[in-house]
């Protein structure tokens, strides 16, 4: 089974903090993504990463950063966090293009922002 | 601009009757679509797929439907049991970005009543 891994499932910071959101697969997925969770908006893309050191924005990048330095660790990092980065953020990886299967899904980080 | 949308947030079905949640696409270059289930505090988890090829894939209680010419799909839970209990999401990607990019409905909240 595959198994994605997200460092926190609660996390509390202030404004102004920098948040890092770590997520590792065993699966030796390639792809990897960040999406974040919200109340009538349903998942958005922030980030994701088809290979070691790629990334592509998603749909929402603005006030978001990520790191692949490793095939099995996605790291989203918030510079400076603000209230309204309050959300779920969930992430995914993906066996790689061309293969028609699903993402499989982390248990999510509950991130608040005071 | 949102490529698929879920128009109906919420759900309630009566146990043992047959939960339809619907989901309708723009891009006419999706070809293979996915439904997942999300559980409070967890991630999502896959549920059934279809690819454009086919207008109907089963699996137990559930089947999804595929009608291109509407760009629509919805998926049928047969009976509904109060474990179904949980918000839905539907998500298409394309033959050119299998594995790159998966576009997510806003979520159906479904309610199975005992």
């Known amino acids: 089974d595959v198994k994605v891994t997200q460092s926190s499932r609660y996390l509390v910071k202030r404004t102004g903090e920098k948040v890092f959101l770590e997520c590792v697969q065993d699966?030796?997925?390639?792809?990897m993504f960040w999406y974040r969770q919200d109340p009538g908006l349903g998942l958005r893309l922030i980030y994701f990463?088809?290979?070691?050191?790629?990334?592509e924005k998603g749909d929402i990048p603005e006030g978001y950063s990520v790191s692949r330095e490793k095939k099995e660790r996605f790291s989203l990092i918030l510079e400076s966090a603000s209230t309204n980065q309050t959300s779920m953020y969930l992430c995914?990886?993906?066996?790689?293009?061309?293969?028609?299967?699903?993402?499989?899904f982390g248990p999510g980080t509950r991130l608040t922002v005071l | 601009d949102q490529q698929v949308k879920q128009n109906s947030p919420s759900l309630s079905v009566q146990e043992g009757r047959i939960s339809i949640l619907n989901c309708d696409y723009t891009?006419?270059?999706?070809?293979?679509f996915l439904w997942y289930k999300k559980y409070p505090a967890e991630g999502p988890t896959f549920l059934i797929s279809?690819?454009?090829?086919?207008d109907k894939n089963e699996d137990g209680r559930f089947t999804v439907f595929l009608n291109k010419s509407a760009k629509h799909l919805s998926l049928h839970i047969v009976p509904s049991q109060p474990g179904d209990s949980a918000v839905y999401f539907c998500?298409?990607?394309?033959?050119?970005?299998?594995?790159?990019?998966?576009?997510f409905g806003t979520g159906t909240s479904l309610t199975v009543i005992p």
């Open positions: 995914a990886s993906h066996e790689g293009r061309g293969h028609r299967d699903t993402q499989y």
């Open positions: 699966m030796d997925h390639e792809n």
């Open positions: 990463s088809y290979d070691v050191k790629m990334k």
């Open positions: 891009n006419s270059m999706f070809d293979y």
């Open positions: 279809i690819s454009s090829i086919k």
């Open positions: 998500a298409a990607s394309s033959r050119v970005n299998t594995g790159n990019q998966f576009y």
